[in-house]
């Protein structure tokens, strides 16, 4: 058995026991008789259909979530303004409001956008920790007076009834920020799990943010334990746009790709070694060589090392 094989069975295993009392699964809901909707029709940018009535729109920054429904829409996420301006001109020219924005963290690339939804809801939802974190990092870029900040803020869990749609947004702990959401599309079993989930790609890893290498396995493991096998997943980031939706097995391969970059640390502590040397030596993590944004990995081990350091120096 080879490390990423070892690797995968002892942590499946023992995630496994540890969070199958807490949680239960999610499974399908039974399918409701409702309208299927025509794609928004855009200017530019990636737009594919999900399932069902959930779609995921790409362009510069993370994915985006809509959800159309017979009174409205529902968005998760808002990139920039410039490039959000094609899903809200689809949607105007449909004719129905837009009953809720969601945001699942507070980076720029999810909520730089979020100002070009002034007029068009009053409704935004995050955990209660992103208006804090969002105004900090705009203060630093000298952009405050760019922001819209969300208004409906919860802890731990939060219930979008519309109809007979229903959404629900989780915070299951810190792993890439302390204000992560996904948020679960109820009748098409799809959920979004925005920076929790890069694919082909070394995560944006900030401890300042709330990155947290152990804690961000035991989110994904919870995620895996809540949510059934038919469900499908929108992904904050990916190197190829088809590749921003997935499933569990994607999930999986991340929190590998996390236990593996610990490992790496670790091993480098206990050797003395110091991140340049890393550089010199490596430009990925061991045996995940599909993940090589070279720009990203100084500052990946930057945060990895910070986040181990309390442990092992």
Sequence with gaps: MNRKDFLATTFSAGLGLALMPTFLSCKTTKPINRSVFEPLNLSTGNLERVRGNVFRFTNRGGTVGILETKDGFIIVDSQFPDTIKPVLDGISAKGKPIEFLCNTHHHGDHTSGNI?????TNK???????????????????????????????????????????????????GHTFGDVVYHFENDNVVHVGDLMFINMIPV????????SFNWIKVLGKIQEKFDDDTLFIFGHANKPEL??????????????????????MKAIRESKSNEQLLTENAFIPGFENRT?????????KGLRET?????E
């Excluded at 181990?308 to 092992?312: C, D, Q, R, S, V």
């Design 205 to 212: 890893y900030r401890t300042s943010d709330g990155a947290d």
């Design 293 to 301: 944004t070279k720009e990203r990995f100084p500052d990946y081990l």
């Design 244 to 265: 921003t939706v997935g499933n569990k097995s994607n999930l999986k391969e991340m929190s590998e790709f996390l236990a593996a970059s610990n490992d790496f640390m």
């Design 116 to 120: 070009s939804f002034k007029d068009l």
């Design 308 to 312: 181990l350091a309390g442990k092992y």
């Design 124 to 174: 935004i939802v995050a955990h209660q920790r992103v208006p804090e974190l969002q105004r900090k990092a705009a203060e630093k870029s000298n952009k405050l007076n760019e922001q819209l900040y969300a208004n409906i803020l919860f802890e731990k869990e939060y219930k979008i009834n519309l109809g007979n749609e229903k959404i629900t947004a989780y915070h299951f702990g810190n």
